[in-house]
């Protein structure tokens, strides 16, 4: 059972009001597709700093180039809508695991933030003072031949992804590979989190929920992982701590 959500989650992305603001009770999740026009590409490329330039030029592949520019040139023009500056003006700090942060002059950041993106698909998750992360992630056949799920997933969760029919094998897979992503980047400690040290569940249509953790000294009670509508072919979920929040479902356009 989840225990952060006291509302029904939106079944739509709908478009923003003009002047987009994050009471302290709410979560917002903003969906974006990966490619737009050149003209556009160049604008989100011009508010990216320096070092983000250069990382984005590390990719080898033009379209992994591309989708790392709009994503993060995105991410910096909806935070610049929050906190009423411009894109370029966003500064960030990095944790030890590389995780992007706002950056406050040494003071804990209030806006919180988490980046996921797969296939042509980007989510980002903002909430006040509180740990959170949202992944996508897009189906890819051939995966269950390869036993990740064996090597990674706890034996409760091979177990349930084994009892589904075959045809809702990929989807149980991806549903709780999402779902474990979600729950690791919110406690923030990136790959060192081992993924067979908690369990979430998997079955397609059934809500979803983090059943036992041994990693956090919190219970799987404190908190809320929820399953979001990003359409078949994909799997995306996001984790949040803390106190019941309304979850508002906003869609981006260049």
Same mark, same amino acid.
């Given at each position: ?8 989650? #939106?079944?739509?992305?709908?478009e923003?009001?003009?002047e ?10 903003? $969906? ?7 003209s ?13 330039? +250069?990382k ?28 009423s500056? $411009? ?8 944790? +030890?695991?590389?995780?992007?942060e706002?950056n ?12 996921? $993106?797969? =296939? ?23 995966v ?12 409760q ?17 991806f ?8 729950y ?9 989190? #081992? ?37 078949? =072919? ?21």
């Open positions: 059972m989840n225990a952060g959500i006291a509302k029904e989650i #939106p079944s739509e992305w709908i923003p009001p003009s987009v603001t994050l009471p302290a009770g709410e979560i917002h999740i903003w $969906h974006t597709l990966l490619h737009t026009s050149s556009d590409m160049k604008k989100l490329l011009g508010v990216l700093s320096a070092d983000e330039i +250069e984005s030029e590390k990719y080898i592949h033009r379209e992994d180039r591309n989708h790392f520019i709009i994503a993060r040139g995105v991410l910096r023009s909806i935070l610049g809508r929050y906190l500056l $411009h894109p370029s003006e966003i500064q960030f700090s990095y944790s +030890e695991f590389g995780r992007p706002l406050c002059g040494g003071g804990p950041p209030q806006l919180r933030f988490n980046v996921s $993106h797969s =296939g042509d698909r980007a989510l980002i998750a903002l909430v006040h003072n509180k740990q959170v992360g949202v992944d996508i992630e897009q189906w890819r056949e051939g269950l031949e390869e036993n990740v799920a064996e090597r990674f997933f706890s034996d969760e091979v177990a349930a992804l084994h009892t589904l029919p075959k045809e809702k094998q990929v989807e149980g897979f549903a709780c590979w999402s779902r474990k992503e979600a690791i980047k919110a406690l923030g400690e990136g790959l060192s989190v #081992p993924l067979d040290a908690f369990t979430v569940t998997l079955v397609p249509g059934e809500p979803a929920a983090l059943i036992q953790t041994s990693i956090d000294f919190q219970t799987p009670m404190s908190w809320s992982l929820v399953n979001l509508p990003v359409g078949h =072919g994909y799997s995306a979920a996001f984790a949040v701590h803390g106190d019941p929040l309304q979850v508002r479902l906003w869609r981006w356009s260049f």
